[in-house]
């Protein structure tokens, strides 16, 4: 997905440069390639020559060197990049960034660049939390630098909160969003995606037949056309999209908590097949026969429904929000109530009978019910279904925006 594109990697000497050549792995894996620069600090984490082994080319380390053979190499270096992307922005990195100096390579090529320049900042919570270090946030920020994370959570020494840099698959993924073209860049989608399973003791659940199929295809067509996909999927048999943060869940209780932290969203497809009923007294403890001839006996409780809650939230609802119903018959005037019940704007029905091969299978047969009507798609591979599907919500944000 970043095939030819030319990323300027400036690695700060933070300990999250472990992370670094993962990162170069990821991206040369996607296509594109890496031209290294060092700053003194980040030799102390990484070296040079796992650096250049792992991206093919030459580690820039030093202003002087490049001056002295080509003059303008600096400027060469800066410009030659489609991006500039430092991984990770230290708070020294940043104040020098914010202030405009120019004191040593990297500080030199950031300030000599005319490309985008990316950061994925990364440093123990006090200093990211410091009023000198969010001012200069806040500078690049109206620089017109992208940010990236940091996360929050465990740092290496030893403390917790907001500083953690974010994970080389996140930083490839706002690369990749970055240089997306199609009708849903800039847009955020979320779609959850598969089964869920509801625990009947610490090994048991249960389940129903949904592969993922459907939700992923959807989510791979939705990220091709340039959006910016955030995927919920219960344990699937397919795996996840490339490219999209996925977001694993095991019950339909923490798939709403997933749903609800990823909103806002530009549009949100609620493809996954979530159980109605959770088993109210699982066992904390694995259930044993114990000879007596006596049965257990599971209680349920009526799962909250994801969709609805979503599609009737005051504040937050996606402007566009899309159901599925998956019938066994009378699948249009079913899914045509269920479509007004749960108060989202499309519903797409399926019908799951066991003669169709549907759930499970690879193909679908689709009818997509809004306010105005009912269209019947034919029977095709699920990958297309994704592919009309995504272009019909891509057709439907653009319109809204104008
Ligand atoms: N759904 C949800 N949360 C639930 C149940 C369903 O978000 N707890 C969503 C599904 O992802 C799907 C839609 O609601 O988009 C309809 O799912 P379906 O299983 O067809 O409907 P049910 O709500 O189970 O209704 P019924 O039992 O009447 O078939």
Same mark, same amino acid.
């Given at each position: 997905m970043l095939t030819g594109k030319r990323i300027g990697l400036i690695i700060g000497g933070?300990? /999250? /440069?472990?992370k670094v050549p993962e990162l170069i792995r990821m991206l040369r894996a996607q296509g594109a390639s890496v031209t290294p620069i060092l700053t003194r600090a980040g030799a102390q984490f990484v070296t040079p020559l796992t650096i250049s082994s792992l991206a093919g080319e030459q580690v820039h380390q030093d202003l002087f060197d490049l001056t002295r053979e080509t003059e303008i190499g600096h400027i060469q270096l800066s410009r030659a990049a489609d991006i500039l992307l430092v991984v990770p922005a230290t708070a020294d990195l940043m104040a020098k960034m914010a202030s405009g100096l120019a004191s040593d390579l990297a500080s030199t090529l950031l300030l000599a660049t005319d490309k985008k320049v990316m950061i994925a900042p990364a440093m123990n919570v006090r200093m990211w939390d410091h009023p000198a270090t969010q001012r200069n946030l806040a500078q690049l920020r109206a620089d017109g630098v992208l940010i990236i994370g940091p996360d929050q959570g465990d740092m290496a020494c030893g403390e917790f909160g907001a500083g953690r840099m974010s994970e080389p698959t996140t930083i490839v993924q706002a690369l990749v969003a970055f240089f997306a073209q199609g009708p849903l860049v800039g847009k955020h989608v979320l779609v959850t995606s598969g089964p869920t399973h509801e625990p009947i003791d610490p090994v048991r659940y249960i389940a129903n037949r949904s592969s993922g199929a459907q939700g992923t295809a959807i989510a791979a067509a939705l990220r091709d056309l340039g959006a910016r996909v955030t995927f919920i999927t219960g344990p699937a048999s397919v795996p996840p999209p490339e490219n999209v943060t996925v977001i694993r869940v095991q019950t339909a209780q923490d798939m709403l908590n997933a749903v609800t932290q990823a909103l806002p969203a530009d549009a949100a497809i609620f493809a996954a097949a979530v159980a109605d009923w959770r088993v109210t007294n699982a066992a904390t403890r694995k259930m044993k026969k114990d000879g007596s001839g006596q049965m257990p006996v599971l209680e349920f409780t009526e799962n909250p429904d994801i969709l609805a809650t979503v599609a009737q939230r005051s504040t937050d609802r996606p402007p566009l929000v899309v159901g599925f119903a998956a019938e066994t018959h009378d699948v249009d005037s079913h899914a045509t109530a269920k479509r007004v019940r749960k108060g989202c704007d499309w519903i797409v029905a399926n019908d799951v009978s066991p003669g169709t091969g549907i759930m499970g299978g690879t193909e679908n047969a689709v009818t997509i019910i809004d306010a105005n009507g009912s269209d019947h798609w034919p029977r095709m591979p699920k990958a297309q279904v994704a592919t009309q599907l995504a272009r019909k919500i891509a057709a439907h944000l653009t319109k809204a925006d104008q």
């Amino acid at each position: 997905m970043l095939t030819g594109k030319r990323i300027g990697l400036i690695i700060g000497g933070g300990i /999250a /440069a472990f992370k670094v050549p993962e990162l170069i792995r990821m991206l040369r894996a996607q296509g594109a390639s890496v031209t290294p620069i060092l700053t003194r600090a980040g030799a102390q984490f990484v070296t040079p020559l796992t650096i250049s082994s792992l991206a093919g080319e030459q580690v820039h380390q030093d202003l002087f060197d490049l001056t002295r053979e080509t003059e303008i190499g600096h400027i060469q270096l800066s410009r030659a990049a489609d991006i500039l992307l430092v991984v990770p922005a230290t708070a020294d990195l940043m104040a020098k960034m914010a202030s405009g100096l120019a004191s040593d390579l990297a500080s030199t090529l950031l300030l000599a660049t005319d490309k985008k320049v990316m950061i994925a900042p990364a440093m123990n919570v006090r200093m990211w939390d410091h009023p000198a270090t969010q001012r200069n946030l806040a500078q690049l920020r109206a620089d017109g630098v992208l940010i990236i994370g940091p996360d929050q959570g465990d740092m290496a020494c030893g403390e917790f909160g907001a500083g953690r840099m974010s994970e080389p698959t996140t930083i490839v993924q706002a690369l990749v969003a970055f240089f997306a073209q199609g009708p849903l860049v800039g847009k955020h989608v979320l779609v959850t995606s598969g089964p869920t399973h509801e625990p009947i003791d610490p090994v048991r659940y249960i389940a129903n037949r949904s592969s993922g199929a459907q939700g992923t295809a959807i989510a791979a067509a939705l990220r091709d056309l340039g959006a910016r996909v955030t995927f919920i999927t219960g344990p699937a048999s397919v795996p996840p999209p490339e490219n999209v943060t996925v977001i694993r869940v095991q019950t339909a209780q923490d798939m709403l908590n997933a749903v609800t932290q990823a909103l806002p969203a530009d549009a949100a497809i609620f493809a996954a097949a979530v159980a109605d009923w959770r088993v109210t007294n699982a066992a904390t403890r694995k259930m044993k026969k114990d000879g007596s001839g006596q049965m257990p006996v599971l209680e349920f409780t009526e799962n909250p429904d994801i969709l609805a809650t979503v599609a009737q939230r005051s504040t937050d609802r996606p402007p566009l929000v899309v159901g599925f119903a998956a019938e066994t018959h009378d699948v249009d005037s079913h899914a045509t109530a269920k479509r007004v019940r749960k108060g989202c704007d499309w519903i797409v029905a399926n019908d799951v009978s066991p003669g169709t091969g549907i759930m499970g299978g690879t193909e679908n047969a689709v009818t997509i019910i809004d306010a105005n009507g009912s269209d019947h798609w034919p029977r095709m591979p699920k990958a297309q279904v994704a592919t009309q599907l995504a272009r019909k919500i891509a057709a439907h944000l653009t319109k809204a925006d104008q």
